[in-house]
């Protein structure tokens, strides 16, 4: 993304999920943010409501396979067939791949169809081992002009992201930066 700006392209992996993604939409509407969500097709089929909200919200929606699925692990005709699956609920041009594991072939026929979008910055905020305060301190460290930053709606992240996100939104608005979603 062009790092001469100011922008942050905030985004969430995993969801959506009860519990986890209405906290991060409460937290994403106190501060007027929008966000990119890559969703997982079986939890939208889990969650249909909340995964209504997310749009009705003005959020933006990817996929990131239906069932969760590592890409080195998985043969590519399986990894394909589950990207596709996943299309039927998120109806999507952009991808993440899952743990951000593909293969060149997996990939090359992914952008056939699709904007494969990574990261620039990986919060942690599923590691046990680090405490809010740690996830917190290393993103803002890490945190530049044109950041894809990457927090996760999942069950992983539930002690982190009240204390966290918020705080997280509020150091990069007081830097100056504006929040942008892709797609």
């Not at 992914?110 to 405490?131: A, N, P």
């Not at 992240?157 to 939104?169: A, F, N, R």
Request: glycine fraction near 6%.
């Amino acid at each position: 993304m062009p790092a001469q700006n100011k922008d942050i392209y905030l985004t969430f992996d995993d969801g959506p999920v009860a519990g986890i993604t209405d906290k991060v939409l409460r937290i994403l509407d106190d501060f007027n943010i929008k966000a990119t969500f890559f969703c997982v097709g079986e939890n939208v089929e889990r969650e249909p409501a909340l995964y209504k909200e997310l749009i009705e919200k003005g959020h933006v929606t990817g996929n990131h396979t239906y069932n969760h699925l590592n890409g080195w692990e998985t043969d590519s005709e399986t990894y394909l067939s589950n990207v596709a699956r996943c299309r039927t609920v998120v109806n999507s041009d952009i991808f993440r791949p899952p743990y951000g594991r593909i293969t060149y072939k997996q990939a090359g026929a992914l952008k056939k169809k699709y904007k494969i979008v990574m990261w620039t910055l990986l919060t942690y905020d599923f590691d046990q081992r680090l405490s809010p305060a740690e996830c917190l301190k290393k993103a803002i460290k890490y945190t530049r002009n044109g950041a894809i930053v990457v927090f996760h709606d999942n069950l992983k992240t539930v002690s982190k992201i009240d204390y966290t996100l918020p705080k997280y939104i509020e150091n990069s608005l007081n830097q100056d930066y504006t929040f942008r979603t892709l797609g």
